[in-house]
């Protein structure tokens, strides 16, 4: 094979994976909650954040995609969501406003979605 076959190949390949990461269904917002129970935003490049107060969800379309997924060894609260331990769910919620106490933030604080 000649090297310029050899790049248009790796081209295609390249090309491939971007458009299948690029299209791959993942939720809006994915939080995790680690051992030990405290949680964080991971964002698209995997990143983590702690969970703020107020979490704000932006997408497209009208309902928007939460995954939670517990990493802890109790079940946890995060405002309206309830993941059971080692557990991982998604929910699917419309445009508002929602709250409720969160277990998995330091001081059991109160936890905020705004779903925009």
């Not at 939460?66 to 699917?92: C, K, S, W």
Request: with cysteine; glycine share 10%; net charge positive.
């Amino acid at each position: 094979m000649n090297v310029r076959r050899t790049f248009a190949l790796g081209a295609l390949l390249l090309a491939t994976a971007a458009a299948v990461w690029w299209t791959w269904p993942r939720p809006d917002t994915l939080i995790r909650v680690q051992r030990g129970g405290i949680a964080v935003i991971t964002d698209a490049l995997d990143r983590d954040t702690p969970l703020p107060d107020t979490v704000r969800v932006g997408g497209s379309g009208a309902k928007r995609k939460i995954r939670v997924v517990n990493e802890d060894t109790v079940q946890h609260r995060l405002a309206m969501f309830t993941v059971p331990a080692g557990g991982q769910t998604d929910y699917t919620v419309p445009l508002g406003t929602f709250g409720g106490a969160c277990s998995a933030h330091p001081s059991k604080k109160q936890l905020t979605f705004v779903i925009q």
